[in-house]
């Protein structure tokens, strides 16, 4: 029991269909941030969202979606994605975004999303 | 822009066996945190270090924060087939509200 839970664990959609990730956190956390992960390479960050606000978008391509409504809560969105998109999308949560970055996240277990 | 690097990026090694990684940076660091990732989960959190020339230990686990503030290492004794999974390192980027993190050592661990 990790305390974050992602939805579905795999996906497979294709490129004109639209379908939504799903995060959920109890742990009483303020802060929750979307993560991609693609083999070999870091995790990058694509959103964080603070008290239910965006406060970061690190350039992530419009047919990405996120989506905020309580602190306990996240959906990424997702429509007429790419096949270069197919990675492992991690949700993660922290008490504030300055605590997560110096004491560190908990992770859920990701979705596991292949564009076809 | 602020860069860590891993390494190795593979190791293979038999059960029994002790394992040393590491994580630099061209730039200075005043906390380093390690992640291990298991196959098909999320990463979870290890070690943290907020002091240089500090070492902490988990179990077989150890770390130490590098005197340079630059690097970090972490050694796993007497390596286990659960041990199996990626380590990251990861650290605040200036400013102190993002985190980097390297792109992981994976480890495998033969019986």
């Known amino acids: 029991e990790t305390g974050v839970t992602q939805t579905p664990r795999h996906l497979v959609m294709g490129m004109t269909n639209k379908k939504s990730l799903k995060c959920e956190q109890h742990l009483g956390h303020n802060a929750m941030y979307w993560y991609k992960q693609s083999a070999k390479k870091p995790l990058e960050l694509m959103f964080v969202y603070n008290f239910k606000e965006q406060t970061e978008n690190n350039s992530v391509p419009s047919r990405f979606s996120p989506e905020c409504p309580n602190s306990s809560h996240l959906f990424l969105h997702l429509h007429t994605l790419q096949p270069e998109d197919s990675a492992l999308y991690l949700c993660a949560s922290s008490q504030d975004p300055l605590a997560g970055a110096n004491y560190g996240y908990t992770f859920g277990s990701g979705t596991r999303l292949t564009v076809v | 822009g602020q860069q860590l690097n891993q390494s190795p990026q593979s190791m293979f090694i038999q059960e029994g066996e002790d394992v040393s990684m590491n994580c630099t940076s061209s730039?200075?660091?005043?906390?380093w945190l390690w992640y291990k990732q298991d196959p098909g989960e999320g990463p979870v959190l290890l070690i943290a270090l907020y002091k240089a020339g500090e070492l902490t230990s988990n179990g077989r686990l150890t770390a130490q924060f590098g005197i340079t503030r630059k690097d970090s290492f972490l050694n796993i004794s007497a390596s286990i087939p659960s041990d199996v999974g990626i380590y990251f390192c990861a650290g605040p980027l200036t400013g102190g509200f993002k985190t980097i993190f390297g792109a992981g050592t994976r480890l495998f661990v033969k019986a």
């Open positions: 730039s200075i660091f005043n906390t």
